[in-house]
């Protein structure tokens, strides 16, 4: 294998490109990126960014133990895939231009979704990129009357949060009865949803948007809801959901099934892996099919892929981990958990909000959220990498 090409700027593609040259790749290696920026760190946006403690020169990826130069890449940023051709080994680009590999990292992660017919107003944004956060934060510093978002998911519960933190009036909007209901349940989403309160957001559940309210020169002055209720709003933040990067593979022969669909390894076809937010692979240490939209696992599957590009074949079988900071709670979410499974909480209590809940399914441990108890959750994703029974993790909760 003398060229790799990193389809997607991102953390995966990024650590791919690492694990490549650290693994004694020494042959051309370029990164195709749709944005014009330098790969860079997407959890600030929503936090440090936002809120104006960080600016944008603290946000790109430096690789460990050596400089951006050394890695050797060709960057084509500013630039997008718009084909696939698997049998010739070659990835088309937007203007025609054809790029050849003989191996191809996948990861172009996602994009936000869209309401249905969410119209193109100023005022109202997303959040997604560096240039989504910069231009979310110069609304946030005219000091909007209310901001209004829509999505009690962990972006916008932390948009949310951090502006609340900012001083400003905000009401989150949230279609399920609960905050995250469909993640952790809805005692857990009903905590959630008083922390909110507690710190004066207007939350409201069982609601969705049916319209926006132009005020006549063509910027969002407000949104209807569906039992006709109108909100008034400055600024508005759609926050509700994200959908993968996956159309410019129509036609290549790789499987799409929300996502691109690969074996336990990560390979999606020959001499092709996908990492990150796009990839779909079975994970057999919970027996499913799953797509990760989390920062450890872009990390983790980006090297893990470009290992399988040179040849190891293992299995990609990791505990997902996941933390979201809202106002001064910490929550950090290892494994699978779903709705129907068993919760126990094992240590402190919902009331003073500190503390660890173990979720069980059937005989076995497979998940644990902490609030503000960092190091018990870390001991419990433990756990549940060694295949911990439920039994067993109560016990040593005792």
């Known amino acids: 294998m003398e060229r790799v090409a990193v389809v997607g700027a991102s953390?995966?593609?990024?650590?791919?490109?690492?694990?490549?040259?650290?693994?004694?790749?020494?042959?051309?290696?370029?990164?195709?990126?749709?944005?014009?920026?330098?790969?860079?760190?997407?959890?600030?946006?929503?936090k440090q960014v936002l809120a104006g403690t960080w600016d944008e020169t603290r946000l790109p990826l430096v690789p460990i133990g050596t400089t951006l130069d050394d890695l050797d890449v060709g960057w084509r940023l500013g630039t997008t895939a718009t084909g696939l051709d698997v049998a010739g080994h070659t990835v088309v680009l937007d203007g025609g231009d054809r790029l050849p590999y003989d191996g191809l990292v996948v990861a172009t992660g996602t994009r936000v979704r869209t309401l249905p017919g969410q119209p193109d107003l100023e005022g109202i944004h997303v959040l997604r990129t560096v240039d989504d956060a910069l231009a979310l934060r110069a609304a946030f510093e005219r000091t909007p009357d209310r901001v209004v978002v829509v999505g009690a998911g962990f972006i916008g519960a932390e948009v949310a949060a951090t502006a609340r933190m900012r001083g400003l009036?905000?009401?989150?909007?949230?279609?399920?009865?609960?905050?995250?209901?469909?993640?952790?349940?809805?005692?857990?989403?009903a905590l959630c949803a008083d922390i909110h309160r507690d710190n004066g957001v207007d939350l409201r559940v069982a609601t969705v948007v049916e319209r926006f309210v132009d005020d006549g020169r063509g910027r969002v002055a407000g949104v209807v809801l569906s039992d006709g209720t109108t909100i008034e709003a400055g600024v508005v933040v759609v926050g509700v959901g994200v959908v993968p990067n996956t159309e410019w593979l129509d036609g290549s022969g790789l499987t799409i099934e929300n996502g691109v669909l690969c074996d336990a390894t990560c390979l999606a076809a020959p001499d092709v892996v996908a990492a990150g937010d796009v990839a779909r692979w079975y994970n057999r240490r919970f027996d499913e099919v799953m797509r990760v939209e989390h920062w450890e696992n872009a990390q983790e599957q980006g090297a893990h892929a470009a290992r399988r590009l040179l040849g190891r074949d293992e299995p990609y079988a990791p505990v997902p981990w996941f933390w979201s900071d809202q106002y001064d709670r910490k929550l950090q979410l290892a494994g699978r958990s779903r709705p129907d499974d068993e919760m126990r909480v094992v240590e402190g209590s919902f009331a003073e909000r500190r503390f660890v809940a173990l979720f069980g399914r059937g005989d076995r441990l497979v998940g644990v959220l902490g609030m503000n108890r960092p190091r018990p959750v870390l001991q419990f994703r433990q756990l549940i990498a060694d295949g911990a029974s439920w039994r067993d993790a109560l016990a040593a909760a005792s």
């Open 169 to 189: 009036d905000v009401t989150l909007l949230e279609a399920l009865a609960v905050p995250l209901e469909r993640v952790l349940g809805l005692e857990l989403g």
């Open 11 to 46: 953390l995966a593609g990024f650590r791919a490109v690492e694990t490549l040259r650290a693994e004694g790749f020494e042959g051309a290696v370029t990164v195709v990126g749709a944005e014009p920026h330098l790969p860079y760190d997407r959890p600030p946006l929503s």
